[in-house]
């Protein structure tokens, strides 16, 4: 049977990237988020390509709508692949003066979501007998920078996550991947961070002359994804070449 890959966040940027790369590899994708007509969308585009794909709409805030998506997984097969993409910044406020409800949401999506979704899916992926859990932090997840305290906080969470996780499962057949992208156009990072502002969201990539694209992040993800089950990458971290570091950002005019 066709193996099951379970991607979240798969709506837009990285996780779309991500569902159509995997499913271009083999796998049966099935594509999660709150958007279902942007699934229905891909999840066409994938089956025009040949591939195989299912949609099903899930909020990674709730527990029922988390139950939901572990049914439809293993409905659908063998589930050997998790990818917990789903996750997000709000604001670029100091930590004196950022806004609870944004730190909130930050936390409640990117870090209790992670942990929602990794417990409802672990037992059908040990069961696979070759089971991986990616989880896509960021470099916010080891350093932090002015601004991005809420992120910054919420990604380390995440990053705790992944590590905890790999220590508790050590002699189980689950594997466990941190992806930790720099930075990335997508869509719609920018415009959720700035409450729909276009021109602050454009102004983070002003001058780069070729950030990430999504793109480059699934192909990192399918990489680790599909080495030999022994093989774990424990943490891959990927940035524009103009980007040396958080703060070392190369930038034209
Ligand atoms: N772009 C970057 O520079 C960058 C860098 C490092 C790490 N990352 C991380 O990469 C991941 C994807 O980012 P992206 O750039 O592709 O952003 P994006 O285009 O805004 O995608 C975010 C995805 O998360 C989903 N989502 C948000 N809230 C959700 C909820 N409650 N339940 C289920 N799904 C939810 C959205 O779908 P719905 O709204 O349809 O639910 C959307 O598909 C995030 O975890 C982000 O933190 C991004």
């Known amino acids: 049977m066709t193996s099951v890959a379970v991607v979240t966040g798969a709506s837009s940027g990285i996780g779309a990237a991500t569902a159509r790369r995997l499913a ?85 999506v990117n870090v209790l979501g992670t942990l929602r979704v990794t417990q409802a899916l672990l037992p059908a992926l040990e069961a696979s007998g070759a089971g991986t859990i990616v989880v896509v932090s960021s470099t916010a997840g080891f350093t932090v920078y002015e601004g991005g305290g809420g992120y910054a906080a919420a990604k380390h ?59 480059d992040v699934a192909d990192c993800i399918a990489w680790c994804a599909t080495r030999p089950q022994h093989v774990n990458v424990d943490r891959l971290v990927v940035r524009p070449l103009a980007q040396a570091a958080q703060h070392k950002v190369h930038r034209v005019g």
């Open 157 to 215: 969470a995440q990053t705790a996550i992944a590590g905890t996780l790999r220590l508790e499962l050590c002699g189980r057949p689950v594997r466990v991947i941190e992806i930790d992208p720099g930075m990335v156009r997508t869509d719609e990072f920018g415009l959720v961070r700035f409450d729909g502002d276009a021109e602050k969201a454009a102004a983070v990539y002003a001058g780069v002359a070729e950030p990430l694209v999504a793109e």
């Open 24 to 108: 271009a590899e083999g796998f049966h994708v099935l594509a999660a988020a709150r958007r279902t007509d942007r699934l229905a969308a891909l999840v066409a585009e994938i089956e025009a390509a040949g591939g195989a794909a299912t949609a099903v709409a899930c909020d990674v805030t709730s527990d029922e709508s988390v139950a939901g998506l572990a049914a439809a997984a293993a409905a659908l097969g063998p589930v050997t692949l998790l990818v917990n993409n789903a996750g997000g910044a709000r604001g670029l406020d100091p930590v004196e003066s950022g806004s609870v409800g944004d730190w909130q949401w930050m936390y409640d």
